[in-house]
Each structure stands twice: as structure tokens, then as C-alpha cells.
Nanobody, 120 residues
Framework: QAQVVESGGGLVQAGGSLRLSCAASGSISSIAVMGWYRQAPGKLRELLASITSSDIINYTDSAKGRFTISRDNAKNTVYLQMNSLKPEDTAVYYC??????????????WGQGTQVTVSS
């Protein structure tokens, strides 16, 4: 079974930057889409950005201008560069991958989440 693991979260001061990574591993034949979401306390999980295997990128309003998504297909890894961070960016950040597994088919996987805390 495949798995998706995030890393790179932490505590940063307002105005700082963080780079999150998400690596997919297992018997993967292809990955269609990888995306970043976040969930703040008391709020619904929201999409930030996604990137397809053809490098088609989508940003939501919450990510436009400050966040950049990129992908290394050879490593099955997606990154989220976050700049000019604000206290309201504090949340658990999740990676999502829609991928095709060998002998299984297409499945959606979520990572365990990584905490990002922005202090004022």
C-alpha cells in the first residue's frame, strides 16, 4: 500500500518562510495530482494548491501570491514554498495524492499532517 508523508512544518515568526515537502512511496505506477490543504482549529479543511503530472497548477485565493507549489516527478514529491507567513496561516497542513498503484488501481491518499505555527 502506498503512503504519503509530509515534513517541514514548524514554528516561524510572522513574515518568515517555510518549505513543506510531501513524498509518496510504495508500488506507485503514476501520480495524477498532488495537492496541499490546511485545517485551522475550528475550521474546515481547505485546498491551497494542486499540481498535476503535466505541471498544471491551481491555487486558491488563500495561497495566491505567497505560496508556490512545485513537484519532482522523479522523487514522487511535491513541495509548498510559503513566504510572508501570517499568524492566520497557523494550521495543520496536509498533503493529498491521487495515484495509481500497481495491481490495485487509482486511490486517494492523505498524509498525517504537519503543524505550521506562525507567531506574531
Amino acid at each position: 500500500q502506498a503512503q504519503v508523508v509530509e515534513s517541514g512544518g514548524g514554528l516561524v515568526q510572522a513574515g518568515g518562510s517555510l518549505r513543506l515537502s510531501c513524498a509518496a512511496s510504495g508500488s506507485i505506477s503514476s501520480i495524477a495530482v498532488m495537492g496541499w490543504y490546511r485545517q485551522a482549529p475550528g475550521k474546515l479543511r481547505e485546498l491551497l494548491a494542486s499540481i498535476t503530472s503535466s505541471d498544471i497548477i491551481n491555487y486558491t485565493d488563500s495561497a495566491k501570491g505567497r505560496f508556490t507549489i512545485s513537484r519532482d516527478n522523479a522523487k514522487n514529491t511535491v513541495y509548498l514554498q510559503m513566504n510572508s507567513l501570517k499568524p492566520e496561516d497557523t494550521a495543520v497542513y496536509y498533503c493529498n495524492a491521487i495515484l495509481r498503484e500497481v495491481r490495485i488501481g487509482v486511490r486517494t491518499y492523505w498524509g498525517q499532517g504537519t503543524q505550521v505555527t506562525v507567531s506574531s
